[in-house]
């Protein structure tokens, strides 16, 4: 009885009732009106089931339900009621895209019976959720670690900006966050098409030949393609399709929703940004920067991104040999061996598979040392 049933009537004798009937089956919260149940909501859920009395004082059935899809989407909403007007049943349904429309009286067998149907769906949109969020996203995300060792420069960038793409969609509440993590995580995966120097050029704010600026503008096109090929994650190639799009331009959008366009302006800005940190631009100074370019970045996002300044991490930078690596460091410069390939891009973290791939090179090729780390002082006291 672990997943929460929310009965929500004006009427305190109906709901004692209902809980008495319910209670060795269901795990049963009581609230007497639509203000009272969005409280609980809030502070005692998540629910699985809200059932609503449709005539209620102030906020009735609908408005409640309504806002419940909206707050609470995950949550399965049920309405009761003694009006079974067809008008009532459609704007419930409608509106607040209910589940089940019981109509009074109702048996306890008949509303134990939908409950036990809602409860179910819930578990399926939940498990779904789960699988997105938890499985899928942490596939993506061994994938992305692996392929940033064959070819560091073009994945270093994904796992610089995930957290700002994260910080974003967390304060514009974008359903669905796990989405544009992967997409910001995969977003340079065309990249490795591309002749490194271009990607060199790029991080080092050299002007592109107009060769290779088509070239590189043709990654995102190349990358929606790769990851199409996997179930469910088509939302997350349209995003990385249109990340280079101008803000003020709707070519190659049309049928797009507006999360996929929307997860794009957030991939352009936060790229960008990590571009020009990457070119030693200070914080603001990059946003002034980015500010001046007309039309180009959604200002929203812009403004979201400015307060969301780099924290100080008090650390110290250190000179090391590869013996003395150990994962959570963070790389102060470039890390090559000694035939020229760049093993980890500056202000990349160091991972335990990060480690692994500088053994073997240590072994067979050699790596340039020392090498410069930054490590917090919380890690040195570990």
């Not at 048996?107 to 819930?122: E, I, N, P």
């Not at 050029?201 to 050299?206: E, P, S």
């Not at 160091?350 to 780390?373: A, D, M, Y």
Request: proline share 4%; charged share 25%; hydrophobic share 40%.
């Amino acid at each position: 009885m672990s997943d929460k049933v929310l009965l929500v009537d004006d009427e305190p004798n109906v709901l004692q009732s209902m809980q008495r009937q319910l209670r060795k089956r269901f795990n049963v919260v009581t609230a007497e009106s639509g203000n009272e149940a969005l409280a609980v909501l809030k502070n005692k859920g998540p629910f699985a089931v809200i059932v609503s009395d449709m005539r209620m004082p102030g906020m009735d059935g609908v408005q409640l339900l309504t806002q419940v899809k909206d707050g609470f989407p995950d949550t399965v909403r049920i309405m009761l009621t003694g009006n079974a007007d067809q008008q009532t049943a459609t704007e419930a349904v409608n509106v607040g895209q209910i589940f089940r429309f019981l109509t009074k009286p109702c048996s306890a067998a008949s509303l134990a019976t939908s409950l036990a149907l809602a409860v179910r769906q819930y578990k399926l949109v939940t498990a779904e959720k789960e699988l997105l969020n938890k499985t899928v996203k942490g596939s993506i995300t061994v994938m992305a670690e692996l392929l940033s060792l064959a070819n560091a420069t073009a994945f270093s960038s994904g796992y610089r900006v995930k957290p700002l793409v994260k910080a974003i969609a967390q304060d514009l509440q974008l359903l669905n966050p796990w989405q544009y993590e992967v997409a910001a995580l995969m977003s340079q995966i065309g990249c490795i098409t591309l002749p490194g120097d271009i990607l060199h050029k790029l991080q080092a704010g050299i002007t592109l030949s107009d060769e290779e600026q088509r070239m590189y503008e043709n990654h995102p096109k190349v990358g929606s393609r790769l990851i199409r090929k996997i179930p469910r994650l088509e939302n997350v190639a349209a995003i990385i399709e249109h990340q280079l799009r101008s803000f003020d331009s709707s070519n190659g959008t049309e049928g797009q929703n507006e999360d996929v366009l929307l997860g794009a302006e957030i991939l352009k800005v936060t790229i960008e940004y990590d571009l020009l940190r990457q070119q030693d631009f200070g914080h603001l100074q990059a946003i002034r920067h980015m500010r001046e370019q007309t039309d180009t970045h959604n200002v929203e996002i812009l403004d979201l991104l400015e307060k969301h300044k780099p924290a100080e991490v008090h650390s110290t930078i250190k000179n090391l040999s590869f013996k003395d690596i150990v994962p959570g460091m963070i790389a102060v410069e470039d890390v090559f061996a000694k035939n020229g390939t760049m093993l980890i891009p500056k202000d990349q973290e160091i991972t335990w598979p990060v480690i692994q791939s500088l053994s073997n090179f240590e072994k067979h090729i050699g790596i340039i040392e020392p090498i410069r780390v930054r490590v917090a002082e919380s890690a040195e006291e570990e």
